[in-house]
C-alpha cells in the first residue's frame, strides 16, 4: 500500500501550496508522473482515493499527465528520450551510465478549486 502514502505527500504538497483560505473544496488536481517515480497511474489512481478520505481533496479528479524518461548521455554528448522506461541507457549507443534527466518525477503542477462562495 506505498501508493497511499505517496498520494498523502502528494496532497500535503497540494494543502501547502493551497491559497490560505476558509475549507476549499478541491475539484481536480494535476500532476506529472514519471515512470520510476515507483508508483503507477493506476495506484496512484487508487492511492489517491484513499488518501483523500475526509480531506478537502475526497472526491476530486485526479489527472496524471505521464512524461518520458530522458536521459544525457555523455558519450553522445546529447538528451535522448527514451520509448521504453528501462533499461535506463544511451538509445543510441547502448551506454548503461547516462545521467537520468527525467522519469521520476510526480510533480503538482496545478489543482483547480471549487466555487463555494455560491451558497444561495
Ligand atoms: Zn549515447
Request: charged share 20%; net charge negative; hydrophobic share 40%.
Amino acid at each position: 500500500m506505498h501508493e497511499v502514502g505517496i498520494a498523502q505527500n502528494l496532497l500535503k504538497a497540494a494543502q501547502q501550496a493551497m491559497p490560505p483560505m476558509t475549507s476549499p473544496r478541491v475539484v481536480a488536481l494535476k500532476v506529472q508522473l514519471g515512470p520510476l517515480a515507483g508508483v503507477s497511474p493506476d495506484e496512484l489512481q487508487f492511492g489517491f482515493e484513499i488518501a483523500s478520505m475526509d480531506t478537502p481533496f475526497a472526491g476530486a479528479t485526479l489527472e496524471i499527465e505521464s512524461v518520458p524518461v530522458v536521459v544525457f548521455c555523455p558519450s553522445c554528448q546529447k538528451e535522448h528520450t527514451l520509448s521504453e522506461p528501462e533499461p535506463v541507457h544511451c538509445p543510441a549507443c547502448g551506454l548503461p551510465g547516462v545521467e537520468l534527466r527525467q522519469g521520476r518525477e510526480l510533480v503538482l503542477m496545478s489543482f483547480e478549486v471549487g466555487d463555494e462562495a455560491e451558497s444561495n
